[in-house]
């Protein structure tokens, strides 16, 4: 049997929006609030080549790679939403002592029976809503066992004419993505 063509053709012809979106981060909650630029990271699949006589073969690899993920949010007066993410990433690295470690699994980031990885409080999971061109909210981007790698600089100039807000580029690395709808069925 046939199918009519028009029956594999796209149904909701509205395009994405690239302003509709909400972040949430489990461990940093004030960050997730001023969050106002993220992005839905990049995959590789490795490749294996296959030696032949005139030229090489690829074939698909088993490896997957997800790309970094990061995000640009508004910093506060007050720097919290800033040292919610150093102090985190401070702890990892315990620049000091290994005090800032002991401190960083000493605080409280949600429910403790999520299993070892999270009450290390080492790790957070996220989520990337995207929302429709009517700003309601379509799928999901559920993020696991996120750590921040690299935080942004401030940089203050008196020089400058007019007022520009800081904001704050933290890029994270973790396990993997999944891509759901907002029930959290597969896409």
Avoid at 60 to 84: A, C, Q, S
Avoid at 88 to 104: K, N
Avoid at 105 to 116: H, M, N, T
Wanted: aromatic fraction near 14%.
């Amino acid at each position: 049997m046939v199918k009519n063509i028009y029956d594999r053709q796209i149904q909701n012809r509205n395009f994405l929006s690239p302003t509709g979106f909400l972040f949430t981060l489990n461990r940093a909650p004030k960050v997730s609030f001023f969050s106002n630029s993220a992005n839905i990271p990049d995959i590789s699949l490795g490749v294996a080549e296959q030696p032949s006589y005139l030229t090489d073969i690829p074939h698909p690899g088993d490896k997957m790679v997800f790309g970094d993920f990061t995000i640009r949010f508004l910093i506060d007066e007050d720097l919290e939403n800033y040292m919610e993410i150093q102090n985190w990433m401070r702890g990892l690295g315990f620049p000091e002592s290994l005090q800032e470690i002991y401190d960083l699994q000493k605080e409280e980031s949600g429910d403790r029976s999520l299993g070892f990885r999270q009450s290390m409080n080492v790790y957070s999971d996220g989520t990337l809503q995207v929302l429709t061109s009517n700003n309601v909210p379509n799928f999901k981007v559920k993020f696991r066992d996120m750590f921040p790698v690299s935080l942004s600089t401030l940089n203050f100039d008196a020089t400058m004419s007019d007022v520009e807000y800081f904001t704050a580029d933290v890029t994270f690395r973790y396990t993997m993505y999944n891509i759901v709808t907002m029930s959290g069925d597969p896409l």
